[in-house]
């Protein structure tokens, strides 16, 4: 199976800061990489599928990079909504599995 | 609104078992894979199942291959996930998720989750 790990795994970052998330494939996944977003006690949002398209409805501050192996998700400026857990999760292949996540807190 | 709607969750003893529901509406199901995904309390998510649109093709995670079974019945617009041999392991939310279109590939719809909790 190809294994997902997510950078840092938690981060704390004020209202405005500009807030990079890295994720790595343990093999080649072309571009088949999603990002999605969950707050607590609901379910996951889909923020960012194939590496850098944005999901309709999502705010253009996110934005997602990388092929091959290593992949970004970037917040231009973090907004109190924002506030979450982060998950990778590659759709190359089956099992699609997610990275470990990254929990952005409130500095 | 498109939207999944999850039922069937409660507390179940080990070794028992439980039959988890997802109701679609406001799209065609049927034109859709479905996928089951499951979040232990305090952990990540990790993918379960997945079940083509008309359900002739289905996929395991190996931790639940041999005693989950995924089906739908799409005049219902209904997904399913069938639980035998429960472990403790397996107490998490169970959350339902469409799979988009060929070109997006990602969880674009999800349910609220439902809760499945293994105990004696």
Same mark, same amino acid.
């Given at each position: ?13 004020? *209202? ?41 409805? *999502? ?44 929990? *952005?807190?409130?500095? | ?5 999850? $039922? ?23 034109? +859709? ?12 998510? #990790? !993918? ?45 939310? +169970? ?14 719809? !999800? ?6 909790? #293994? $105990?004696?």
């Amino acid at each position: 199976d190809i294994q997902m790990t997510q950078s840092p795994s938690s981060l704390s970052a004020s *209202v405005g800061d500009r807030v990079t998330i890295t994720c790595r494939a343990s093999q080649s996944i072309s571009s088949y990489l999603n990002w999605y977003h969950q707050k607590p006690g609901k379910a996951p949002k889909l923020l960012i599928y194939a590496a850098s398209s944005l999901q309709s409805g *999502v705010p253009s501050r996110f934005s997602g990079s990388g092929s091959g192996t290593d992949f970004t998700l970037t917040i231009s400026s973090l907004q109190p909504e924002d506030f979450a857990t982060y998950y990778c999760q590659q759709s190359y292949t089956t099992p699609r599995v997610f990275g470990g996540g990254t929990k *952005v807190e409130i500095k | 609104e498109v939207q999944l709607v999850e $039922s069937g969750g409660g507390l179940v003893q080990p070794g028992g078992s439980l039959r988890l529901s997802c109701a679609a509406s406001r799209f065609t199901f049927s034109n +859709y894979w479905m996928h089951w995904v499951r979040q232990a309390p305090g952990k990540g998510l #990790v !993918w379960v199942s997945r079940i083509n649109g008309d359900g002739s093709s289905t996929n395991y995670a190996d931790s639940v291959k041999g005693r989950f079974t995924i089906s739908r019945d799409n005049a219902q617009n209904t997904l399913f996930l069938q639980m035998n041999s429960l472990r403790a392991e397996d107490t998490a939310v +169970y959350y339902c998720a469409r799979e988009g279109f060929s070109g997006v590939r990602a969880f674009d719809i !999800w349910g609220q989750g439902t809760m499945v909790t #293994v $105990s004696s």
